[in-house]
């Protein structure tokens, strides 16, 4: 693909439709609109879009039947479902149909972003691989650098790759465990992608991004008029995910008064949206992960002894980057490629004494921090060559990690000052994690977005 790629929105709703093709333009991508199917048509034959972003509901035809031409046509274009309230088991038929993701509005930016380049980087990998893979065994995704989505040929990821495809064979609950930064999301989609439920709906749901007065509606639903605000019914993600793999990501900062109920739900495989008062039954797959130790989670009394062992039937652990280091040079060359496409201009190489730095950096964040990095460099070296000049000084000068570093501030520098600056580092090594960083500075994920929010930053 020489061209960035390119993306056509299509939805009904004018501010919204805008507000997206900004957002993804700032990204790097090309970016072209339509306010219904019909016109959409047009757009896609002239165009050929790499990734389509389609609302569900839209005035003539909807975005399942927009889907349904869309994958007759191309069948390896991805297309993510945008959905509103109450459209959601539409979108879960979407699901069925092909479609490579649907997020409910309104959403993270950044979550989108996330979806959206992964949704890409591996249409890429299909159309690059679709030859060589004629005459795979069924189940297996072995590429010369990695399995699925993971790239890594060192010792430590043979031994993960053996295990996804042996859990993947189960339909037990798996407990996926690992530092942020890891992976943990790409194993559970793997586990998805090479299970009997492959063709049944994957959804995720992270319990530390989502407010605490909320995630029970969000798990288990609710009903219209259950609480101020439910002006209608909604399904929660055990109903979204009927057929196919549930993922609770940070299982362990879910609300402890939750827990029980969740516990319960899992027994019976059946639920009770908030407000309701019939029963619904459900067959799911569940995958949850911690970036804790989930025994030191149980010790703390953040994680039930009962739901953990619940929980934990089958374990993967995913290493940390430091312990894996040859895998370093393959992760950041892929970075580089796939950053190169996004921006624009020649592709990347990295210089050896680049590479050198990188494989000695101890990497806190992990993978997650590794890409973070990549895109930095990338953005910065529009002649083709990453040399170390183009790294953060933290990797470029060796400072190690945040916590292994003497901070100095400016005569006159403010407690506000020195705050800020923290935080913002603090988020640099954990890739965005507001999570993770929020539990190395002892504050609440809440307080962090509130002054990511108050310095106006979207991270």
Do not use: C
Not at 109 to 135: C, I, T, Y
Request: glycine content about 8%; aromatic content about 6%.
């Amino acid at each position: 693909m020489e061209h960035p790629p390119r993306i056509l929105v299509v939805d009904d709703d004018l501010t919204f439709r805008d507000v997206l093709e900004m957002r993804l333009e700032s990204w790097g991508y090309q970016v072209k609109v339509a306010d219904r199917a019909s016109s959409a048509a047009g757009i896609i034959r002239g165009w050929q879009p790499d990734l389509v972003l389609s609302d569900v509901v839209m005035p003539d035809v909807s975005g399942i039947e927009l889907l349904t031409s869309l994958r007759e046509d191309a069948p390896h274009r991805p297309v993510i479902l945008l959905t509103a309230h109450g459209t959601v088991e539409m979108a879960v038929e979407a699901m069925k149909l092909g479609a490579v993701d649907f997020i409910t509005k309104p959403f993270n930016h950044e979550h989108l972003r996330a979806v959206v380049e992964e949704s890409l980087d591996a249409a890429r990998r299909r159309r690059k691989d679709a030859p060589a893979r004629e005459g795979t065994p069924p189940g297996r995704d072995r590429g010369e650098l990695g399995y699925g989505d993971f790239v890594g040929r060192s010792d430590a990821m043979q031994e993960v790759y053996e295990l996804l495809q042996s859990v993947a064979e189960s339909d037990a609950g798996v407990l996926i465990t690992g530092e942020s930064g890891t992976g943990k999301e790409l194993a559970a989609r793997a586990i998805h992608r090479e299970s009997s439920r492959s063709d049944g709906p994957f959804v995720a749901l992270n319990a530390a991004a989502i407010p605490r007065d909320l995630m029970e509606s969000e798990i288990f639903g609710h009903e219209k008029g259950a609480f101020t605000g439910a002006t209608q019914a909604r399904e929660g993600v055990f109903e979204m995910a009927d057929g196919g793999t549930l993922f609770l990501d940070e299982i362990g900062e879910m609300p402890p008064e939750l827990q029980p109920k969740l516990l319960r739900v899992l027994d019976e495989a059946r639920l009770r949206r908030v407000g309701g008062r019939k029963e619904l039954s459900f067959d799911v797959r569940l995958l949850a992960a911690t970036n804790r130790d989930p025994r030191e989670a149980v010790r703390e009394g953040l994680l039930r002894e009962d739901l953990f062992f619940r929980l934990n039937i089958l374990t993967v652990h995913l290493p940390p980057l430091r312990q894996r280091a040859g895998d370093i040079p393959l992760l950041a060359r892929r970075f580089a490629r796939q950053f190169s496409e996004k921006h624009g201009g020649p592709e990347r190489w990295l210089e050896e004494d680049t590479l050198d730095l990188l494989e000695e950096h101890p990497w806190p964040g992990n993978v997650r921090e590794l890409r973070n990095v990549m895109e930095r460099a990338v953005v910065l070296s529009r002649d083709g060559g990453i040399t170390p000049s183009h790294l953060p000084p933290w990797i470029r000068e060796g400072e190690g990690t945040l916590a292994e570093q003497d901070w100095t501030f400016p005569e006159g520098a403010t407690v506000a000052e020195a705050e800020r600056e923290l935080i913002l580092r603090t988020l640099d090594e954990t890739g965005n994690n507001k999570a993770e960083a929020a539990r190395r500075l002892g504050i609440s994920v809440r307080t962090i977005r509130n002054k990511l929010k108050s310095w106006d930053i979207d991270r």
